[in-house]
């Protein structure tokens, strides 16, 4: 069992940014694709970023593309969200999520969310205009 843990959300005025981290548990998380969702009230879960297990291939929706930028540090367990320039229509929860593969692709890039094994418990990003 794999466990996720995020922070760094919080509230911030349009135009300005944020870095969400999320660290996870065990000794397999270079193996594991990565990403972020997000949830806004009344909307559904939408894939923000996500992250090849290599950290060399990334994928950023277009809601997000040049404001967002994912990376992970595979020896910390970590991945992070760098989001700049926010705006108030990126207001919502976000999850990071990892995804087991078997057999292991380090290249496998994975934006949906029944592709992932393992959520966090989220944290609330608000952006006021």
């Known amino acids: 069992q794999v466990q996720l843990v995020e922070s760094g959300g919080g509230h911030v005025q349009a135009g300005g940014s944020l870095r969400l981290s999320c660290v996870a548990s065990?000794?397999?998380?270079?193996?594991?694709?990565m990403a972020w969702f997000r949830q806004a009230p009344g909307k559904e879960r939408e894939c923000v970023a996500a992250i090849s297990a290599s950290g060399y291939i990334t994928y950023h929706a277009n809601s997000v593309d040049g404001r967002f930028t994912m990376s992970r540090d595979n020896p910390k367990n970590t991945v992070y969200l760098h989001m700049s320039n926010l705006e108030p229509e990126d207001t919502a929860v976000y999850y990071c999520?990892?995804?087991?593969?078997?057999?292991?692709?380090?290249?496998?890039?994975?934006?949906?969310?029944?592709?992932?094994?393992?959520w966090g418990q989220g944290t609330q990003v608000t952006v006021s205009s």
């Open positions: 999520a990892a995804a087991e593969m078997f057999p292991i692709n380090i290249a496998a890039i994975l934006h949906g969310a029944d592709e992932y094994d393992y």
């Open positions: 065990g000794r397999a998380f270079s193996t594991y694709p």
